[in-house]
Antibody, heavy 121, light 108 residues
Framework: EVQLVESGGGLVKPGGSLRLSCAASGFTFSSYSMNWVRQAPGKGLEWVSSISSSSSYIYYADSVKGRFTISRDNAKNSLYLQMNSLRAEDTAVYYC??????????????WGQGTLVTVSS | DIQMTQSPSSLSASVGDRVTITCQASQDISNYLNWYQQKPGKAPKLLIYDASNLETGVPSRFSGSGSGTDFTFTISSLQPEDIATYYCQQYDNLLIFTFGPGTKVDIK
């Protein structure tokens, strides 16, 4: 059974830093691209960042570029999101999500339960 | 950047009704379009991928169509368990994903 379990969320002051982790199990982690997707309270889904299976390709939303860093450790079946210079507008539930490819079609087929990040003084 | 719009933003329908949601991309995205369902307090769930392919295990009352810039998501017969927010999502071959703003569906 595919499982994605996020951790590391919490309350942080504006300008602070936080590192999210996602522990993956039930599939060959090193074969899949992974995403972070967030959802502010009462709002819609926002893609944050993607990383390819070997970390060769990394992409960020403009809203987090230069402040967030995605990484992965395939030996530990883990995905990370280092978040620096946090702002109030970064307050959200952060989801770890797996990307599946079907020929040239990409989709997010598994999601974690999410971890809440609150940026407030 | 590609922008996604959805309409309506919310709708109310009766059990058994046919429900249709539209999603429009700001430029041609071929059929690189997925649909997700999100129930309150839960993670999203993939329903339709590549515009019209039903994800394994998803009831056949859900369907999708379209290509280019205009896409449609349909629930052929609304069920009480379908109460949720539905999101379209486009991707490009650079692993950049964009979600639509969502459509909240509830029972009349």
């Amino acid at each position: 059974e595919v499982q994605l379990v996020e951790s590391g969320g919490g309350l942080v002051k504006p300008g602070g830093s936080l590192r999210l982790s996602c522990a993956a199990s039930g599939f060959t982690f090193s074969s899949y691209s992974m995403n972070w997707v967030r959802q502010a309270p009462g709002k819609g889904l926002e893609w944050v960042s993607s990383i390819s299976s070997s970390s060769s390709y990394i992409y960020y939303a403009d809203s987090v570029k230069g402040r967030f860093t995605i990484s992965r450790d395939n030996a530990k079946n883990s995905l990370y999101l280092q978040m620096n210079s946090l702002r109030a507008e970064d307050t959200a539930v952060y989801y770890c999500a797996r990307v599946r490819w079907v020929v040239v079609a990409a989709m997010v087929d598994y999601w974690g339960q999410g971890t809440l990040v609150t940026v407030s003084s | 950047d590609i922008q996604m719009t959805q309409s309506p933003s919310s709708l109310s329908a009766s059990v058994g009704d046919r429900v249709t949601i539209t999603c429009q991309a700001s430029q041609d995205i071929s059929n690189y379009l997925n649909w997700y369902q999100q129930k309150p307090g839960k993670a999203p769930k993939l329903l339709i991928y590549d515009a019209s392919n039903l994800e394994t295990g998803v009831p056949s009352r859900f369907s999708g169509s379209g290509s280019g810039t205009d896409f449609t998501f349909t629930i052929s017969s609304l069920q009480p368990e379908d109460i949720a927010t539905y999101y379209c999502q486009q991707y490009d071959n650079l692993l950049i994903f964009t979600f639509g703003p969502g459509t909240k569906v509830d029972i009349k």
